[in-house]
């Protein structure tokens, strides 16, 4: 079935410091989406990117699509202890099924 | 709108009971679906419905069964539970058919199969 690639599957960075994770699939993507997890807790819908080459922003997070449609990267600027999570990103399969990535941990040090 | 609900939020199982799993959604969404979350593993998808009446698997559904009598409860029943079972697992709905609409997730159900 299809599958999603997700890097790096942990992150440790100080606060004040940038963050990235990546999503990679070996085939073309009609959409891709983005979600966070807080510890303990559900996974939220962040965002959804659909063309090619499309960047979209939240405040500190910068969300991409790749023009290939194959990957996709979230970036937070300056992250903060409240970034503290994990981050999903999700494809469609096929018209039905949503298939998340393995996720992107990150731990914020103040 | 209460919006997803799962019961019960906590469950300790031993080895080939059954039970089920209880989703309700009051936005009267047509897609709900069942993952599962295990460390390392992200959230794995079981089985998802379309609207009422109508479900398929997903990419672990062994083991798992539902029904989708109406739009608003999608129930999991566990057949015969293993160690192999215990996980977190979420309902999710969301307004029309999966991929490309958000996804609005319920609190989970932490399972433990001993």
């Known amino acids: 079935g299809q599958q999603v690639m997700q890097i790096p599957q942990y992150q440790h960075v100080q606060e004040g410091e940038d963050f990235t994770t990546y999503c990679n699939s070996s085939t073309t993507l009609s959409n891709i989406q983005w979600y966070k997890q807080r510890p303990g807790g559900h996974p939220v819908f962040l965002i959804q990117l659909v063309k090619s080459g499309e960047v979209k922003k939240q405040k500190r997070l910068t969300f991409q699509f790749g023009e290939a449609k194959k990957n996709s990267s979230l970036h937070i600027t300056a992250t903060q202890t409240t970034d503290v999570g994990t981050y999903f990103c999700?494809?469609?399969?096929?018209?039905?099924?949503?298939?998340f990535g393995t996720g992107t941990r990150l731990q914020v040090f103040p | 709108n209460a919006g997803v609900t799962q019961t019960p939020k906590f469950q300790v199982l031993k080895t080939g009971q059954s039970m089920t799993l209880q989703c309700a959604q009051d936005?009267?969404?047509?897609?709900m679906s069942w993952y599962r979350q295990d460390p390392g593993m992200g959230l794995r998808l079981i089985h998802y419905s379309v609207g009422a009446g109508i479900t398929d698997q997903g990419e672990v559904p062994n083991g798992y069964n539902v029904s989708r009598s109406t739009t608003e409860d999608f129930p999991l029943r566990l057949l015969s539970a293993a160690p192999s079972q215990t996980s977190v697992y979420f309902c999710a709905s969301s307004y029309l058919v999966g991929q490309g609409h958000e996804q609005y997730f319920g609190p989970g159900t932490r399972l433990t199969v001993t």
């Open positions: 936005m009267n969404h047509e897609y």
């Open positions: 999700a494809i469609g399969a096929n018209t039905d099924k949503l298939i």
